[in-house]
């Protein structure tokens, strides 16, 4: 039986996404989304939980990331998710899971009247990042 590496989220995004190049003419854009649940505690009082996902794409789906979204924006982010490991400058082994964009669409009202919709799909060229 096969696996299935599958994440689809929509929230808001909590920066204006970095664009970087990454050699040999590819680029990432890196940013981060918020989700917002709302879940009842013991008492039976209702509160919000936010979770953030941090996200990369790479080739011209950055490009269209980089252009189109803002601090903010709702957008629909669909990908797969991989887990990176790196020693930090202390030499303490840390790892970092995010989603891997192969789709992100605007959604709802943007800010700066950016475009409703922007659809563009990429692979990730190198198979790991070098930041």
């Known amino acids: 039986m096969g696996s299935y590496n599958r994440a689809v989220i929509m929230g808001n995004t909590g920066k204006d996404p970095v664009l970087r190049d990454i050699g040999g003419g590819n680029r990432a854009a890196q940013f981060s989304v918020a989700t917002t649940e709302n879940v009842k505690d013991n008492e039976g009082e209702w509160h919000q939980r936010t979770e953030w996902h ?11 990331v980089e252009k189109h979204v803002r601090k903010g924006a709702s957008v629909l982010v669909e990908g797969k998710l991989r887990t990176r490991v790196w020693v930090d400058q202390h030499g303490n082994r840390r790892n970092s899971t995010e989603i891997v964009a ?9 800010p700066k009247s950016e475009p409703a919709v922007m659809t563009e799909t990429a692979e990730d060229p190198t198979g790991d990042l070098p930041f």
Not at 54 to 64: Q, R
């Open 54 to 64: 941090n996200v990369v794409a790479f080739g011209k789906l950055a490009e269209a």
């Open 102 to 110: 192969e789709a992100v669409r605007l959604a709802g009202i943007q």
